[in-house]
């Protein structure tokens, strides 16, 4: 289009060099004043050119871009569909991808929920196709081969619809909050019966805010991540002095992870084995 600038810039407004990812802004003589009657959003995204003119500005699109060796402008996502999760820049469009390749998902939606200040967890909709609903461990072993454990979601909610603004645009503000109880495709709920599961059990409860535990469940699958694999490492040594990797959490379950524990001190277990 003639009279038209497109600018692959970084957060600072910085030009970006060729193959860099960042955001692609507008200018030229096309472009709008601004939002109607929407004054902070124009103040957002129309911004000063500091290529332009004095008075000029800038459209800021919010689409994730790169410039190829050519000048094609390659279109990556949208900057708003990124997140920081546990320190970790993600990519919500990656993750819907390879679950939306799932033969029994119809639609999916990937987003970040703050269930607590500094505890920020991903949450996947699931819209399954009308013949078969996937489970939660089919899922997550699926993003698992493909993805590191940052990125695969904690908490999974099957949903008949995703909900729609009257226009037919996703509502992502309309998404419901995910039950955090115990999930009905989870396995059969097992008790902790040794001292190592029981005090594991309490640990995970009150870190992850849960009522109930089962010995098969994963700390991960519950909506565990490192940061508070590290928590539950540091609070198992002070407590009986037994010291596990935060690793053993990630494929094991609670069970698995005792047994663990009652090895390493040779099979006493407890508050009495440190």
């Given at each position: 289009i003639a009279n038209t600038s497109l600018y692959v810039l970084d957060e600072h407004a910085g030009p970006l060099p060729v193959g860099v990812p960042g955001e692609l802004c507008i200018g030229g003589a096309g472009l709008a004043r601004g939002y109607w009657d929407r004054p902070e959003l124009t103040a957002e995204r129309f911004v000063p050119d500091p290529f332009g003119a004095t008075g000029t500005r800038l459209y800021r699109t919010g689409d994730r871009v790169r410039r190829r060796p050519d000048g094609t402008i390659e279109f990556l996502g949208r900057l708003d569909h990124q997140v920081k999760v546990q320190?970790?820049?993600?990519?919500l469009g990656e993750?819907?991808?390879?679950?939306?390749?799932?033969?029994?998902?119809?639609?999916?939606?990937?987003?970040?929920?703050?269930?607590g200040q500094g505890d920020t967890r991903l949450v996947a909709y699931i819209v399954p196709t009308a013949d078969d609903a996937p489970t939660t461990a089919e899922l997550q072993t699926l993003l698992r081969t493909q993805l590191?454990?940052?990125?695969?979601?904690?908490?999974f909610v099957s949903l008949p619809e995703l909900p729609r603004t009257p226009n037919g645009k996703l509502a992502r503000s309309a998404l419901p909050a995910p039950d955090r109880s115990r999930a009905q495709d989870r396995p059969a709920s097992v008790a902790p019966q040794t001292p190592f599961e029981q005090q594991l059990a309490a640990i995970w409860q009150e870190l992850l805010e849960l009522d109930e535990v089962s010995v098969l469940d994963n700390f991960f699958d519950l909506g565990g991540h490192?940061?508070?694999?590290?928590?539950?490492?540091?609070?198992?040594e002070?407590?009986?002095?037994?010291?596990?990797?935060?690793?053993?959490?990630?494929?094991?379950?609670?069970?698995?992870?005792?047994?663990?524990c009652e090895r390493a001190t040779g099979g006493a277990g407890g508050e009495d084995s440190g």
């Open positions: 320190g970790f820049r993600i990519e993750i819907e991808s390879l679950l939306g390749g799932h033969p029994t998902v119809r639609e999916v939606v990937v987003t970040a929920r703050e269930f590191p454990e940052y990125m695969v979601p904690a908490l490192s940061l508070l694999s590290v928590r539950v490492v540091a609070r198992l002070r407590e009986t002095g037994v010291r596990i990797n935060p690793g053993e959490l990630v494929l094991q379950t609670l069970g698995q992870v005792a047994a663990v």
